[in-house]
């Protein structure tokens, strides 16, 4: 590429801070291994799972209570989010009249905007009390799940709405021509067609649920105990490191860099494979 | 037949569901939260835990650590952005390297934020619990938002633009800085807003960078307390708080439609200007 020669200077100025930006996750990554360092030299991999309790005082770093509490209210977020976000996405794409279709999709990017303080804030008045009253004390994984679902539905919604408005028209056209009725247009030719990126944005929004800390913090009760129902109190990976990292010193605070490490992982696994999948990019 | 109706049945009804339990939500903070917004409560210093008074310095605060945000963001963004969409060819191994950094950095989970604020601008840096850590650490957060938006508003500049000021022998620094620049500064303000409601939004990635302390920030190193932190606090840890609590949630978010609507009218005005400068 010719370059005069300000160009050129322009040039490796904007490349310096591409790169700083870019180093950026390194510097994560550095800061994350650095800090759990102290505790993952002397303490093995599988202690993070075998250990007796989490007691990091103590030295007891068992993880897997907490790991499970994410992984359930992820998976009963993502069980609810998806049929409701997929249905509200196909409503306003094909059943809802163009200006209440036009209402509904501001309201639900409006919905994806709303912190997530003040959706736990609301789970902790309004929610909490309601399932208190089916089964005390109230603050649980179930709270937790629905809390989470609200948060994620949004995600769900808008990946899949935009995974409809890139499918070919002519394969619409080409359904209605034929005389399908709009449930089998939308079973059998719009949703097939749009599969890749809904899945990428079902992935997507897992990885949301995943690494959410304040909504679940707020509801979920936090008590460090392996779930057996979903009313019992948990406490996931997120919500242990917001409530213990204030005080954690030392080999406890080592433990829970480790916690984010293992956080981070997870994430980026789903992002990853979501990434395998061709889509139009939708950014939230 | 019956299948067709069904389904209309069940996705106006979910439609329905989704639109009320929001509804719900908005009407809970707004009945709630609006008996005590007043102007003294915008104003004042909270009292008691914050169980009396108002938010003043929580908001000084939560404005100052957006500043910072986004003054360190967005120069780095711009940058990045215009080298990604100007100076380097789609495939190029610089930019293959940028764009995969960006993306794995947009997936990490905002606690983990938080802990690298924490040990990196907090501890290793000397930063300490600041305004300074809080806005820095989330400027790392919402560089990716930034840094794509600005890409995608470049990218649908008219090539022509590129064409004729090369013809007309300008060089690409004035081209952008004439031309491309001003075309895209639509996208660059939505990508900014973006970034900014994110920014707003953020809890988790505060509360061991930035801290809780109430007090009115005397310079960018004291510890303050954002606008979210305060209503989580006052939630959590404080008995008797939900009243202030309500109020603040509401503020924030008549702060996230504000930055919002800006955005809209913001873009709408530049979309009206002619597109050439000078």
């Given amino acids: 590429m010719f370059l005069l020669r300000t160009d050129r200077q322009l040039a490796f100025l904007l490349g310096s801070c591409a790169l700083l930006s870019a180093a950026i996750v390194l510097l994560i990554l550095l800061f994350l291994v650095k800090e759990s360092w102290p505790v993952l030299q002397h303490v093995a991999l599988m202690r993070f799972v075998t250990d007796a309790s989490w007691h990091p005082v103590q030295g007891l770093y068992k993880l897997t209570p907490m790991l499970s509490a994410t992984l359930y209210s992820t998976l009963g977020a993502i069980l609810l989010a998806t049929p409701l976000g997929i249905a509200s996405a196909l409503f306003s794409r094909y059943y809802a009249p163009p200006f209440l279709a036009g209402c509904y999709r501001r309201l639900v990017e409006l919905l994806a905007g709303v912190p997530s303080v003040v959706y736990g804030f609301w789970g902790l008045t309004t929610l909490v009390p309601l399932i208190g009253r089916l089964h005390p004390p109230g603050v649980s994984l179930l709270t937790g799940i629905l809390v989470l679902t609200l948060m994620i539905l949004p995600t769900v919604a808008l990946t899949v709405d935009a995974a409809l408005a890139a499918v070919p028209v002519a394969y619409v056209r080409s359904a209605a021509a034929l005389g399908l009725s709009r449930w089998s247009l939308i079973s059998g030719v719009a949703l097939p067609a749009a599969r890749s990126g809904i899945t990428a944005g079902i992935l997507l929004a897992a990885g949301r649920a995943i690494g959410e800390t304040m909504a679940v913090l707020m509801v979920a009760g936090n008590v460090v105990e392996q779930p057996h129902s979903i009313f019992d109190s948990v406490r996931t990976l997120t919500a242990n490191i917001a409530l213990e990292v204030a005080y954690a010193t030392g080999d406890h605070r080592a433990a829970l860099f480790v916690s984010g490490i293992a956080l981070m992982t997870l994430v980026l696994v789903l992002v990853g494979i979501a990434e395998c999948f061709p889509r139009k990019r939708y950014y939230d | ?278």
């Fill in chain 2, 1 to 278: 037949m019956i299948k067709n109706a069904l389904a209309s049945a069940l996705i106006w009804l979910i439609a329905m569901l989704i639109t009320g339990v929001f509804a719900w939500l908005l009407a809970d903070i707004i009945i709630h939260g609006l008996p005590h917004l007043s102007w003294s409560f915008l104003v004042e210093a909270p009292g008691n835990a914050g169980r009396s008074g108002g938010i003043g310095p929580v908001i000084i605060s939560t404005g100052l650590i957006l500043l910072v945000a986004v003054i360190t963001a967005v120069p780095f963004g711009l940058a990045t952005a215009v080298l990604l969409s100007e100076f380097t060819q789609r495939n190029s191994r610089l930019g293959r390297l940028v764009r995969g950094s960006l993306d794995v950095l947009s997936g990490v989970p905002s606690i983990v934020f938080g802990l690298f604020g924490n040990a990196f601008f907090c501890i290793y840096l000397g930063l300490g619990f600041s305004i300074l850590s809080g806005g820095l650490t989330l400027a790392c957060m919402i560089l990716p938002i930034l840094i794509r938006t600005a890409e995608e508003g470049l990218q649908a500049t008219p090539n022509d633009y590129r064409l004729a000021s090369a013809a007309l022998g300008m060089s690409r620094s004035a081209t952008l800085v004439h031309l491309l620049l001003p075309a895209a500064t639509p996208a660059l303000i939505a990508g900014l807003m973006l970034g900014l409601g994110r920014a707003v939004a953020e809890t988790a990635a505060l509360i061991f960078t930035s801290g809780y302390v109430d007090r009115m920030p005397d310079s960018l190193f004291d510890s303050g307390r954002a606008l979210s932190v305060h209503i989580y606090d006052l939630s959590m840890n404080v008995a008797g708080g939900d009243a202030n609590a309500y109020s603040s949630a509401l503020v924030l978010i008549l702060l996230l439609l504000f930055i919002n609507s800006i955005a809209l009218s913001l873009a709408n005005h530049w979309l009206h200007r002619s597109v050439v400068t000078v």
